[in-house]
């Protein structure tokens, strides 16, 4: 029995223990927005550093920081070879609306071969898979063809704050030749996925007061101008309605335009647009002239009003004239953008638009720089042998829209390159409900892909010619890929660790 033989008998031999770890993890309400909960995001930390010792890290530990831990494990038993750092996070969303649940957010339930739970797709399902398939590794073989690194924190959901802080701390612990990060998603099921990109992000929020309390408006209406009139008027000008092109000067200076290699690859994809639009229940989408949806949501920046608030929302009629209007912003960004170049860009335009009678305050929130990498580099056609592999199809490349804030820090502190790897569907629209599972049957390729990209990486990983800390990484251009599976946590489980088997 050869060692992938030996990989895919062990991880099918613990195929029920390891799911029911896995259902004992998303047991863990572990939200890092609610400080009543810091107790258990604390227990999920404890949860997972006991694992990684299970799975044969000969490193542990928890890093304290001003918010939550950061859990950290290693095992670097392969002179010579490169070096894999796996980023994840094992904090989750609040579970509100929990009305949208079919059935109890952290109660993990099986339902048509997916597993639902709060965050069974983010990261933990995905988290673990790499976690699960390294022990798979080292229970069969007795070692692992390059060293691994986990570098797992629990603040990802509240913007990451305190993982540059522990980052730095520690750097020389860090240091590695990749990154791998699973947290994307596939395109479509069945469908193998590398994504080598993905959007940055701006966020602001804008506070327009104008009279010292509020008004009525048949005393004061036509005297005093209204905020809330104010900022919608600012903020519907930063879009052109003609083209659905962002209004803001400036705003498009930076932008990597596509290549004609990339719309052709992008048309290819499995899309139905009326689906598209029957899924999410409009009529209509946003249009932006000479690009596609995919397009659009893939490889164009953004400009959305999160919210807005003012006035009298309560039941009935109250004729006031708001003294207060508030909204908040975001911006989402592609390369070569910077984030703060952007909000001095939007905040210059809405100053210039703002009337007189009111004011204006600014407030920036997170910030993130979106990330683009060469589709021919090694890395990433490491991952995509891995996947071949794991999924006995060959893999699209494709970009995602979403954003991770602290992302150029791993690159720039630790690595010049980073594989970007998921395993869960690309239709999750119920984003707040229990809509994003993790399919049973997928698990097992997943980890087939994880070991496989272990093996894969072994002779393909360049190592950096310098110290990560100083290697040169593009500022905007780092290795994303997604080996994203959409059938089942299992089955990505035991793809991940046995592709592994198979040399690159």
Request: glycine share 8%.
């Amino acid at each position: 029995m050869n060692s992938a033989d030996s990989i895919h008998a062990f991880v099918d031999a613990h195929r029920d223990q390891w799911l029911e770890e896995v259902n004992e993890f998303l047991r863990i309400p572990s939200v890092s927005t609610d400080p009543d909960r810091a107790d258990q995001v604390d227990t999920a930390a404890d949860w997972l550093a006991d694992k990684l010792r299970e799975a044969g890290c000969d490193e542990v530990e928890k890093w304290p920081t001003d918010g939550h831990p950061v859990i950290y494990g290693a095992w670097r038993k392969a002179p010579g070879a490169p070096t894999l750092l796996v980023y994840g996070h094992y904090d989750v969303q609040p579970e509100e609306p929990v009305e949208l649940w079919d059935t109890p957010p952290f109660e993990p339930t099986v339902r048509d071969g997916k597993l639902f739970a709060r965050g069974s797709a983010d990261d933990k399902g995905q988290l673990y898979i790499h976690v699960k398939a390294l022990q798979a590794w080292l229970e069969t073989t007795g070692a692992c063809p390059v060293n691994v690194v986990f570098l797992i924190e629990g603040e990802e959901e509240v913007g990451s704050p305190n993982i540059e802080a522990a980052v730095l701390e520690h750097q020389d612990r860090l240091e590695c030749d990749a990154v791998m990060i699973s947290d994307t998603i596939m395109f479509a099921a069945g469908l193998p996925s590398i994504t080598y990109s993905l959007r940055g992000l701006a966020y602001m929020q804008l506070d327009v007061t104008g009279a010292r309390g509020d008004l009525h408006s048949g005393s004061f209406g036509g005297a005093v101008v209204n905020p809330a009139e104010a900022l919608a008027r600012m903020l519907a000008s930063c879009r052109n309605p003609d083209t659905g092109e962002i209004a803001i000067p400036g705003f498009y200076d930076d932008v990597v335009a596509l290549t004609d290699a990339e719309r052709e690859q992008w048309s290819s994809l499995p899309f139905d647009e009326a689906q598209y639009r029957d899924d999410l229940g409009v009529d209509a989408l946003l249009e932006e002239a000479g690009y596609d949806v995919l397009e659009r949501t893939w490889a164009r920046p953004t400009f959305e009003v999160n919210g807005f608030l003012s006035g009298f929302i309560g039941e009935g009629s109250k004729t006031v004239l708001p003294a207060k209007a508030m909204a908040k912003i975001s911006m989402r960004l592609v390369a070569d953008q910077d984030p703060e170049k952007i909000m001095d860009t939007v905040e210059s335009h809405l100053r210039s638009l703002t009337p007189p009678g009111v004011r204006l305050e600014v407030t920036r929130m997170q910030g993130g720089k979106p990330w683009l990498t060469p589709r021919d580099h090694p890395v990433l056609q490491a991952a995509g042998r891995a996947m071949q592999r794991g999924f006995g199809a060959e893999p699209v490349f494709i970009r995602e829209g979403g954003s991770i804030p602290r992302l150029y820090l791993y690159v720039s502190s630790l690595a010049p390159f980073l594989v970007r790897s998921s395993m869960t569907s690309r239709m999750t629209l119920r984003a707040n409900g229990d809509s994003a599972p993790v399919w049973i049957s997928t698990t097992r390729s997943a980890r087939v892909i994880s070991s496989g990209l272990l093996a894969s990486n072994g002779p393909s990983i360049p190592t950096s010619p310098s110290s990560p800390a100083t290697a040169a990484a593009p500022t905007s251009r780092v290795l994303t890929a997604s080996p994203s599976a959409s059938a089942s946590w299992y089955a990505m489980l035991r793809t991940v660790s046995t592709s592994a088997a198979g040399k690159a």
